[in-house]
């Protein structure tokens, strides 16, 4: 049985590649592969200056070590093109290419590579040499594919979008009893400014300024959160805007069925958020900025609808032209889940998976 080594952070850590390591390990993959768990860098642990400092030394003689006594064939390096996890990694690929390992490396999000060290012809060639030394670049959307491409000419290179469990279908949602009920907003990640959530608070006072009766559910936590209820506090929307905190499992498949519409006009340079396919699935259109690998995954007007960064006008006219119209929120509501059904289960990450390292093998 072939043996692959996964590095990434704690399995147990809240982060989309968390997420991603637990579906492969939960997936019928690790049935056809041998799949273990290196962990890197510090998401998971409680750790002071001191620690992590003896951790950053430690770690790659610990990798060195672990590869040589349980001798995977192929080292799957999960990683992002941001100045932390890129100079980290670096070491892990190489030893693990001294050591003559397949090494799939994953980029999960970050900046494109011409631009990520745009001021520096010698770290981009740095760049470049680190991207040829795997034998395989797996990127989340086709526009990063794009700009890899015109990076890396010719080399291995390979779209694996992310993808999710899709659990139970919230069938009643093309009930049309539910037309005159108050239209439900919801926003499910890290509460931080990059994600939109003031321009969400700007688009909800707008919207009830004009005598519409939305309610928005905030789920998260982050850096910004009692900045984020101070402005609703300061803008009276108290009545309208509740915060439900950081949600899981259950409670978390619980406020995507009672959400109409999802609600992430971020401006962060995001891979595939795991919240999008989480709203598809749920039936929850989203109104969402156009980055990263979100226009692979929805249709603008068929699935949802793009809204441009940092315009809370434009959100809130798209908000109310839906709340006009439940019977097209039904329909795309339909669209989406179809949409995650075909391309985006578990399932099929599995198979994409098992294809790539199979072919490293031969």
């Excluded at 006594?69 to 990694?89: A, C, F, G, M």
């Excluded at 929850?284 to 809370?312: K, L």
Aim: hydrophobic share 45%; aromatic share 10%.
């Amino acid at each position: 049985m072939i043996t692959v080594m996964l590095l990434g952070p704690s399995l147990t850590a809240v982060s989309g590649v968390s997420t991603h390591l637990n579906q492969l390990f939960q997936s019928p993959l690790a049935d056809e592969f041998n799949l273990i768990h290196f962990q890197v860098g510090g998401e998971g642990r409680n750790e002071t200056s001191v620690t992590k400092l003896v951790r950053l030394f430690l770690s790659p003689i610990q990798f060195f070590a672990e590869v040589v006594n349980k001798r995977p064939q192929i080292i799957h390096l999960n990683t992002s093109l941001e100045q932390k996890s890129y100079w980290r990694d670096i070491a892990y690929l190489l030893i693990a290419k001294a050591l003559r390992k397949k090494v799939v490396y994953q980029v999960h999000g970050g900046a494109l590579p011409q631009v990520f060290f745009k001021n520096s012809r010698f770290l981009t060639k740095i760049l470049k040499w680190v991207l040829l030394s795997a034998d395989v670049v797996v990127l989340l959307s086709q526009e990063e594919l794009h700009a890899y491409q015109d990076f890396v000419r010719d080399h291995n290179l390979k779209v694996i979008p992310n993808a999710i469990e899709i659990g139970e279908d919230a069938h009643w949602k093309v009930d049309p009893s539910l037309q005159n009920k108050p239209l439900q907003l919801i926003y499910v990640g890290r509460l931080a400014e990059v994600k939109g959530i003031f321009q969400i608070i700007e688009a909800l006072a707008f919207v009830r300024a004009r005598g519409r009766d939305i309610r928005l559910v905030i789920a998260g936590s982050g850096p910004d959160m009692k900045k984020l209820q101070a402005i609703v506090n300061d803008k009276n929307l108290n009545a309208y805007a509740s915060f439900a905190g950081a949600v899981y499992g259950e409670e978390k498949d619980r406020l995507w069925r009672e959400a109409d519409l999802f609600v992430f006009p971020t401006y962060h340079r995001e891979g595939l958020p795991y919240a999008v396919l989480e709203s598809m699935a749920a039936r929850t259109p989203p109104i969402v900025s156009p980055v990263g690998a979100i226009p692979d995954v929805m249709e603008d007007g068929v699935h949802g609808y793009f809204v441009p960064s940092r315009d809370p006008k434009a959100l809130a006219e798209i908000i109310e032209r839906l709340d006009d119209d439940r019977a097209l929120i039904r329909k795309m509501g339909q669209a989406c889940r179809e949409r995650i059904e075909n391309y985006y289960t578990v399932i099929r990450l599995a198979e994409d998976f098992r294809n790539l390292y199979r072919n490293l093998m031969k």
